[in-house]
Each structure stands twice: as C-alpha cells, then as structure tokens.
C-alpha cells in the first residue's frame, strides 16, 4: 500500500531488493485532475484502488532511462502520458508522450534539474521549491541509511564533472531527498548533500569559474537580465553572491534599500550606472560600490549604454541576519523576510495607529 508522506499530498511505496541490499522507491503527487507518478514500481490490486480513489494517474514522470519501471501499466489503467527529459527521451522502452528541458515546470509545483555526466545522460531530478524537497532517480543513493552515496566511478560517464554537477542539487538548500533507490533523507538534506560532495570532490566543490556560471532569465520587463547563482553552488550559505548579466537598456532590479542586510557590488564587465537616492554612479569594470543599511544604501543597478554589463552582487543572506526588511521608494512598498525565509510584499502607506482595526472586533 502507499505510504503518506509530510508533504501535503505526496505519497510513497517501496519494494526490497535483496541483491542491491535497498529498497527501491516511488512516489505519488495529488494534483488538480489526477495523480502524478515518479519512477513507478509494481503496484498490487489495492494500491491500484487506493490510486482511483485519489484520482487515478493522469501524468507518469520518468527520471532516467533504467526507471521505465511499470510505467506502461499505469498508462494501461489509467491512460496516463508518460513524461521525460528531452535527452533522455529517445533511450526508453516506450513511447513518450511528452519532454521537458530542464528548469521546466514538469508538473504544478515540480521543476526539472538536469543532472548530466552520470549513469545516463539526460538524467533528471524534480525540485519541489514549496516543500524545499526534490526527487531523485539514480544520481543520488541513500546508502548508508541517513546518509548519500553515487553509483561506481565505471558506471558514471565522467564521476569528476558528475560531482560538480551535482552542486545544482546542492544550491537548492533542501531539507528532504525523496530518493528513488535506498532510504529517502527526510531532514536535514542540505548538510547530507554537502558531506557526500566533500568526499566525491573534496575543496574543488567550493569553486567555480566565471565561465562554469549558467544564467536564466526569470525577471519581467525590463528586469530581463540574465541571472547566474554562483555562492549557493559553491557552499556559501550565509553570504549570497550571483552574477547579474544587464543586456543595454535593462534595470536588474527596482530602487530598494535594507534595514539590516550590506550588499556590495563589483563590475566585471561593461559601465552600468547604479542609481541612489541623491546620485546616479556611472561605473567602470573594477569598480566596487558599497551598500550600507538605511535609507544611504538605497540603490538599482542599470544599464543605458550600448554593451552588456556584468556585475557581482554580494550580500548577507535574510536567514544571517534574521528578521529582515526591504524598502522600495517607486513602489512604496515594503518587503519582509521571516527568519524562515518567507518573504511578505505589502504597501509602505499608509502608516496603521497601533489599534488599527482593533477596536472595531466584536466583543
């Protein structure tokens, strides 16, 4: 029978393999208009009902090409599409009604992570940002219970750049690994993930080169600039840094100014301008400008000139500095960060009396 996991809506089961000394797991999530299943192994005649009642299969998510697994049989049953990463794609037994790329949302809540240089190329993870948990196919062993292992070196295309590649696991701060072979870690994945790299790669984990930085374009007009993590990849946890590509005539981010976080920047390349209250900076490659906390700090980096900018942003992550506010002067708003790291954007003004709404209450 499947198994309910902490995660709203997330469930498990699992089979022993005796010869591989590990159970082999797969997971199930309740999505608007059927259920989503990863890697999915066998399932008897009650778990089959148990999975109608919930729903049925509507999608079946394949990380890699040896976790083909009784996919077909829940396409059988429920007329499920069966999804893969578009490299991997081609190498499976059955068709493949869909791909992805990765940093695609596969499913609601469910990003892809590609994970190249292992036992096949295309090789997938799912990262589920609102649970800060992510699913993981062969990349990724839980053995020793409670901690991580890899496949032997003979079985990885190349286990020196597999290593690093699995930084990209590693920057996403997790608190749970459901792994699909061995014991699922549960707690505490993030420190999990960094011994198991520190052993692969020992102290080249902690660097990476200027042209090692992928870049993805998340903001909207006319924040399109190109943003690349470099400190959570590398270890940092505490101080953040990224390297913000600014095409001509892009702004990285709004005006704003922190109540307790510094933030500097560094320009690598290109003569961005870096607007404050009372100045506009016009910069040059070298150049380092300082962010101190209050009103003084207040900045936006942009770029009105005919090349591309590159700049380093440094600065103390919210969960260093513990409760944590951002002010935006355009917008007149406010933004607040809980120890937790949970961000609330509200309005500036106007100013609230202490018994705002108090009075009011009925009695």
Request: glycine share 12%; aromatic share 2%; no cysteine.
């Given at each position: 029978m499947l198994g309910r996991l902490r995660i709203p809506g997330a469930w498990m089961w699992s089979a022993w393999q005796a010869d591989r000394g590990m159970a082999f797991n797969s997971y199930l999530f309740e999505r608007d208009g059927g259920c989503v299943a990863i890697d999915p192994l066998p399932l008897d005649p009650p778990a089959l009902e148990q999975i109608a009642g919930l729903g049925g299969v509507r999608a079946v998510v394949l990380?890699?090409?040896d976790h083909e697994r009784d996919a077909q049989a829940l396409r059988d049953r429920f007329g499920a599409r069966v999804l893969a990463g578009k490299t991997e794609a081609p190498r499976f037994g059955i068709p493949i009604d869909a791909t992805f790329d990765d940093r695609d949302e596969v499913f609601p809540g469910a990003i892809a992570t590609a994970l190249p240089f292992g036992k096949t190329?295309?090789?997938?993870?799912?990262?589920?940002?609102?649970a800060r948990a992510a699913i993981v196919g062969d990349a990724l062993l839980g053995v020793p219970a409670g901690a991580l292992s890899v496949l032997p070196s003979e079985k990885l295309e190349n286990p020196a750049r597999f290593a690093l590649a699995l930084r990209k696991l590693w920057a996403l701060e997790l608190e749970t690994l459901l792994l699909c072979d061995g014991q699922p870690i549960f707690a505490a994945a993030d420190a999990a993930i960094g011994a198991l790299l520190e052993g692969l790669a020992g102290p080249s984990i902690h660097r990476i080169n200027l042209d090692e930085i992928e870049y993805a374009v998340l903001r909207p007009e006319p924040f399109t600039c190109d943003d690349g993590?470099?400190?959570?990849?590398?270890?940092?946890?505490?101080?953040?840094?990224?390297?913000?590509?600014?095409p001509p005539g892009k702004t990285y981010c709004p005006l704003h100014w922190h109540?307790?976080?510094e933030e500097f920047f560094y320009v690598v390349e290109g003569r961005p301008k870096i607007r404050m209250l009372g100045d506009t900076l016009e910069c040059r490659p070298g150049d380092f400008i300082a962010f101190p906390t209050g009103e003084t700090g207040t900045h936006q980096v942009l770029n009105d000139g005919a090349?591309?900018?590159l700049v380093l942003l440094v600065g103390i992550e919210e969960r260093a500095v513990g409760l944590e506010a951002c002010f935006y002067p355009d917008s007149d708003k406010v933004g607040m960060w809980t120890p937790a790291g949970r961000l609330?954007?509200?309005?500036?003004?106007?100013?609230?009396?202490y018994y705002e709404g108090e009075l009011e209450r009925p009695t």
């Open positions: 990380t890699n090409r190329p295309g090789e997938i993870a799912l990262h589920l940002p609102g993590e470099v400190g959570l990849l590398i270890g940092s946890r505490d101080i953040g840094y990224r390297l913000a590509r600014i109540v307790r976080g090349e591309p900018a609330r954007m509200l309005r500036a003004t106007p100013d609230l009396n």
